[in-house]
C-alpha cells in the first residue's frame, strides 16, 4: 500500500460516521438505477456526489431521506443507517425521518408565503414551538444561521418569492435548518445561481458544517473541489471511487475518474 | 490516456510538453558546446554558448505565462494539474542547467589560452558524459511519463557526485604542486562544481517526474555523494 492510500484510509478511520449505506441498489421498474453502492459518510463534514447526468448520484442522495418513497415503481434494497438504525425499517417514519435529513433542492422553491411563513411553517406543524416568541426566535435563528437574517429582518411579511435567486436558496436552508435537521442534503443548490450567490452558499455551508452533515450532488467539480471534505464518484449507477477530496482531484485512484474530473469522459 | 472533450485544451497541454522538450534540448546542447568549447579551448564556441542562454529564458518565460493562463481558464485537475505544476519546476531546473552551462562557457572563455593538464580534462569529461546521459534519460522520462526510469537517474546521480569528490582532490594537488596552476585549476574547479550543479538539477527532475507519474513524492533519501564541503587536504611535509 503506498503512502497516499494510508492517509486515506486514516482520514475515512477517524471521523465519526454519520451515514452507512452497504449494498443499495435502487430499480426503477425494470431499470437498474443504483447498484451495489457502499460508502460511510463522516458526520459534521460536506461530500460531495460528482458524476454525469444520469448516472445515479441524485437517486443515492434521494434514498437518504427516502425521497424515492414518493415514487411508486422505484425499490430500494441494502441498508443504509443514519445515527446506528436503519431508515428503510418498517417502524420508520418516513416523515420523522425527513425532519431529520432535509433536503434543499436545485431550483429554490419557497412556499407563496411571507418570508417568516416560509421559515415558520416546519416548526408550526411539528410542533416545536409553545409560544409565539419561541417561533420568532426560531425564524431569527434559522435566517441568521443561513446567512440571510440582515438581509430581510425588516421585511420578514414580504413574500418569500420576491427574493433573489440566491437569496430564495438561502430561505430554502433557513426554511430546512428550522426543524433543526441533522443532515441536510442539497441537490444542485447553486446551479441556477450566479457566481456570488454561489459563494454565499459555499460560504455558509462552510459554516453549516460544524453543526451538520452536508450531502450535496454537484455537476461543477470545482464546486465539489472547493467546499467537499470527501467526494464520491457515480457512473452508470456504480460507485466508482470515493475518497477525500483532496486526494481526489490531484491524484485520483481509478481512471474513470480521472477522465471524468480532468474532462476526457470518452 | 483519453483525449480531452475540449481539443484546444489537448493542444494546450502537449504544447507545454513540447516547450519543454524544446528547453531539454538546449540544454543537452548547451552542456555538450559549453565543455567542447573547454576540451578544445575555443573561444567562438564558448561565446556561442553563452549568446544561446537567453533563448532557454525565453522559452521558460512564455511556458510559465501560458501554464498561468491555463490555470486561470482550464482550473486543471488530476493528472492535468500535476503535468502544469510539472512543467513549472522543471522549467526552473531547465533554465538553472542552461545558466550553469553558460558559466561554463564563460570559464572555457577565460582558460582558453593556457594549456590543461589532460587528466583533469578527462575527469570533467567524465562528469559530462555522466551528467548528459542522466539529463537525456530524464527529459525522455519526462515524455514517456516513466517514474522508473526516473528514480534510476535520480539514484545515478551519486556516481557524478563521487566523480567530483575525486576531482576536487586532484585539483588541490595540483594547486598544491604550483602555485601558477592556481588560476586554471580554479576555473576546473568551478566549471566541476558546474557539473555538479547541473546533475542536482537533473535529479529534481526526476522527482518531478515521479510526482507527474505516480501522484506523490519519491519516499527515500536520496543518496548524496557531494563531501566537498567538508573536504581538506594538507600539505605533506
Redesign the interface.
Same mark, same amino acid.
Given at each position: 500500500m &503506498?503512502?497516499?492510500a494510508v492517509s486515506r484510509a486514516d482520514i475515512a478511520a477517524s471521523a465519526p460516521v454519520k451515514v452507512v449505506a452497504r449494498g443499495v441498489d435502487v430499480y426503477y421498474g425494470d431499470k437498474h438505477a443504483l447498484k451495489d453502492v457502499s460508502v460511510a459518510i463522516p458526520e459534521r463534514s460536506i461530500m460531495a456526489f460528482i458524476g454525469p447526468s444520469g448516472c445515479g448520484k441524485s437517486t443515492f442522495l434521494r434514498c437518504l431521506n427516502r425521497m424515492n418513497d414518493t415514487i411508486s415503481i422505484c425499490r430500494v434494497t441494502g441498508s443504509i443507517v443514519i445515527d446506528g438504525a436503519d431508515i428503510y425499517d418498517t417502524a420508520v417514519d418516513p416523515v420523522e425521518l425527513r425532519s431529520r435529513v432535509g433536503m434543499v433542492f436545485q431550483k429554490a422553491n419557497p412556499f407563496p408565503k411571507s418570508i417568516f411563513e416560509n421559515v415558520a411553517y416546519g416548526p408550526r406543524i411539528h410542533a416545536l414551538a409553545a409560544t409565539k416568541a419561541d417561533l420568532d426566535a426560531i425564524v431569527e435563528s434559522s435566517l441568521r444561521k443561513a446567512s440571510l437574517w440582515d438581509e430581510v429582518k425588516d421585511r420578514l411579511h414580504d413574500s418569500g418569492t420576491g427574493l433573489s435567486g440566491g437569496q430564495q436558496q438561502r430561505l430554502c436552508i433557513a426554511r430546512t435548518i428550522a426543524i433543526n435537521p441533522s443532515i441536510i442534503l442539497m441537490d444542485e443548490p447553486c446551479s441556477a445561481l450566479d457566481p456570488i450567490a454561489t459563494a454565499r452558499i459555499e460560504e455558509l455551508m462552510e459554516e453549516l458544517k460544524q453543526n451538520y452533515t452536508i450531502i450535496i450532488v454537484t455537476h461543477s467539480?470545482?464546486q465539489a473541489?472547493r467546499v467537499s471534505q470527501r467526494t464520491a464518484f457515480f457512473h452508470l449507477g456504480t460507485l466508482v471511487e470515493e475518497g477525500d477530496t483532496t486526494s481526489m482531484?490531484?491524484?485520483?485512484r481509478e481512471q474513470k475518474?480521472? &477522465?471524468y474530473?480532468?474532462?476526457?469522459?470518452? | 490516456?483519453?483525449?480531452?472533450?475540449?481539443k484546444s485544451?489537448e493542444s494546450e497541454l502537449s504544447l507545454l510538453d513540447r516547450k519543454i522538450g524544446q528547453m531539454g534540448g538546449l540544454a543537452e546542447q548547451m552542456l555538450g558546446e559549453a565543455f567542447g568549447a573547454l576540451e578544445q579551448r575555443n573561444p567562438e564556441r564558448a561565446r556561442a554558448v553563452v549568446a544561446n542562454d537567453s533563448s532557454i529564458d525565453q522559452l521558460q518565460r512564455e511556458l510559465e505565462e501560458q501554464a498561468v493562463i491555463m490555470i486561470a481558464r482550464r482550473?486543471?485537475?488530476?493528472?492535468?494539474?500535476?503535468q502544469i505544476m510539472a512543467v513549472l519546476k522543471v522549467a526552473g531546473d531547465l533554465e538553472r542547467i542552461g545558466d550553469l552551462s553558460k558559466n561554463i562557457g564563460k570559464r572555457a572563455l577565460a582558460i582558453s589560452g593556457e594549456t590543461h593538464p589532460k587528466p583533469l580534462i578527462t575527469g570533467l569529461r567524465h562528469m559530462v558524459e555522466l551528467t548528459s546521459r542522466g539529463l537525456k534519460d530524464v527529459l525522455d522520462a519526462f515524455g514517456a511519463r516513466d517514474a522508473e526510469k526516473a528514480l534510476r537517474v535520480w539514484r545515478d546521480d551519486e556516481q557524478v557526485d563521487a566523480l567530483y569528490n575525486s576531482l576536487f582532490r586532484e585539483l588541490l594537488t595540483y594547486m598544491m604542486e604550483d602555485p601558477r596552476n592556481i588560476g586554471l585549476c580554479t576555473h576546473l574547479l568551478f566549471g566541476a562544481k558546474n557539473i555538479e550543479r547541473i546533475g542536482d538539477h537533473t535529479t529534481n527532475i526526476a522527482e518531478t517526474v515521479h510526482f507527474l507519474a505516480r501522484?506523490?513524492a519519491i519516499?527515500d533519501e536520496r543518496p548524496k555523494g557531494d563531501k566537498t564541503s567538508s573536504t581538506m587536504i594538507h600539505k605533506a611535509d
Open positions: &503506498d503512502a497516499t467539480m470545482q473541489a482531484f490531484t491524484n485520483p475518474t480521472q &477522465d474530473i480532468t474532462g476526457r469522459f470518452g | 490516456m483519453h483525449e480531452h472533450i475540449v485544451y482550473q486543471p485537475m488530476a493528472n492535468d494539474l500535476r501522484g506523490f519516499a
